[in-house]
């Protein structure tokens, strides 16, 4: 892009003269209207100007685009009436470049200013914003449109404010604040700023990608699976209890009576679900439903001729799909208070390349299954390794199940029922608490039965597996999961 998209080049080449496109027609040049160009851009003519000016770039002075709050000050109204919307009292009609009132831009400072003495705080041209867009306090999911604002609660998406020439209804007030990528182009312009400190602006980490709903659900903007402590650990647990594999350190520390039957879990899994499918078909697909590091997918590519596994964590994901490609991965192993060892994990030698090839690891959301289902296809088998317990919305996992599940397919769930308000708000909880009428207890494990009844699956398999996850050298979690395989009632 040399130059803004509304701006049609006119005139000889090289003389950069320009007319300007509006929505019916084109006019000359309107140099006093605000200019529309993405975040971007935007960010580029700041850039641009600080050198002209003779400021570095990083410095506290140098020009940017505006924040959330300064355009909160800038606009008003005052605290004290922050509830009440100025703009759509008929005193203030007229006073802002909404509605389609001139039908186009105008010129900036056309309109009387805001109490700050600013023009155009509203109307004209939407504002790019520093802040990702992000929870207010108190943000609650609606249920009449769940995916509007918590997809993109990413860091990958930037506030634009104010309104614009054609913002009508709830666009054209206050409150409004909306979420574009900064590549969009919108009706959306910027105010440049300087300041003597660093810019008051909302920032996620874009590597937090697609945790809009942990963020919502739990009210928690940090999630801990996307930590190297849990990438760490969940290495630890795959790959680290193979005897197969050299490791630095044994799996467990050595003393009498080691629960070494609680090792390689995700494994052991796998191989539950390969006997109880049909193996009398030619061509057998299974998913695995939050997959973390891969362990139990690599172990399905063995008994399986196409394994698709999905995670939520972007760090799991990266991980396994690094394992796939036969890189050896060194992890952190907490041995006391700060001390640590190093290990390395590695796709065992008799997963050969073959069998890893036969595995897709991607980015997944277990509670979206019904959504994607066109997309992934039809399974013989899926796996959802204690996962139940750390949705924040199961029974919406449950739905899914029914679009990805062949007709006499098979589902192994494995769970501890773990409810912790962390995950999963407690009005979703399958069980775990008393009955407010009757004040009995409701059990996860007879909910469960009543839910996969419903949905047209019939138990086949139940145990109870445990496992072991390494917090250090001399701690462990030791975890006894209920396994329970469920069968696909023919068609």
């Not at 410095?59 to 759509?88: F, M, Q, W």
């Not at 943000?139 to 769940?146: I, M, V």
């Not at 290990?343 to 994607?372: I, N, W």
């Not at 419903?454 to 209920?482: A, N, T």
């Amino acid at each position: 892009m040399k130059w803004p998209f509304f701006w049609k080049s006119h005139g000889p080449e090289g003389l950069l003269q320009f007319r300007l496109r509006t929505i019916f027609e084109e006019h000359t040049m309107q140099w006093d209207w605000p200019v529309d160009v993405n975040l971007h851009e935007a960010s580029a003519y700041c850039n641009w100007k600080s050198e002209q000016d003779g400021i570095h770039k990083d410095a506290p002075e140098a020009y940017r685009v505006i924040t959330e709050s300064e355009h909160n000050i800038i606009r008003g109204p005052v605290i004290a009436e922050v509830k009440k919307d100025h703009l759509v009292e008929d005193k203030w009609a007229g006073s802002a470049n909404f509605n389609l009132l001139y039908s186009s831009q105008n010129p900036v400072g056309s309109l009387p200013p805001s109490h700050s003495g600013h023009y155009d705080t509203m109307g004209n041209a939407w504002e790019w914003t520093l802040d990702h867009f992000s929870p207010l306090e108190g943000f609650k999911l609606s249920p009449l449109y769940e995916d509007f604002s918590t997809p993109c609660f990413d860091g990958r998406h930037n506030i634009i404010m104010g309104g614009s020439f054609i913002s009508t209804g709830a666009e054209a007030t206050t409150f409004a604040r909306f979420h574009f990528r900064p590549h969009f182009l919108q009706h959306s312009g910027f105010r440049l700023v300087s300041s003597e400190s660093p810019p008051p602006n909302y920032i996620l980490d874009s590597s937090n990608n697609n945790f809009a709903t942990l963020i919502t659900e739990m009210g928690n903007e940090d999630n801990v699976y996307e930590t190297d402590e849990l990438v760490y650990q969940y290495l630890g647990m795959h790959f680290g209890q193979d005897p197969v594999l050299s490791n630095t350190m044994p799996p467990i520390f050595p003393h009498n009576n080691a629960p070494n039957h609680a090792l390689q879990f995700p494994q052991r899994l796998a191989k539950t679900l390969a006997s109880l499918v049909d193996n009398s078909k030619q061509r057998k697909r299974a998913l695995d439903v939050g997959c973390a590091v891969g362990g139990g997918a690599f172990e399905l590519a063995l008994h399986f001729d196409d394994v698709v596994a999905f995670d939520f964590s972007e760090a799991f994901i990266q991980a396994a799909q690094q394992l796939k490609c036969g890189e050896i991965l060194r992890y952190h192993v907490e041995v006391e208070g700060d001390i640590y060892e190093e290990s390395t994990a590695q796709v065992p030698p008799y997963v050969d390349e073959a069998a890893r090839e036969r595995v897709e690891f991607k980015v997944g959301d277990a509670c979206r299954l019904a959504t994607d289902a066109e997309e992934l296809g039809l399974f013989d088998g899926v796996i959802a390794s204690n996962l139940l317990c750390r949705l924040p919305d199961p029974l919406k996992f449950l739905d899914g199940l029914e679009r990805v599940v062949k007709p006499g397919g098979i589902v192994l769930l494995a769970t501890p029922f773990s409810w912790l308000e962390q995950y999963t708000k407690k009005d979703r909880w399958m069980g775990g608490f008393n009955d407010k009428a009757t004040g009995e207890a409701v059990r996860s494990k007879d909910v469960l039965e009543v839910e996969m009844l419903s949905r047209g699956f019939v138990k086949i398999h139940e145990e109870q597996m445990p496992f072991l996850i390494r917090e250090h050298k001399r701690k462990y979690q030791y975890v006894i999961s209920e396994v329970t395989g469920w069968k696909q009632k023919a068609a």
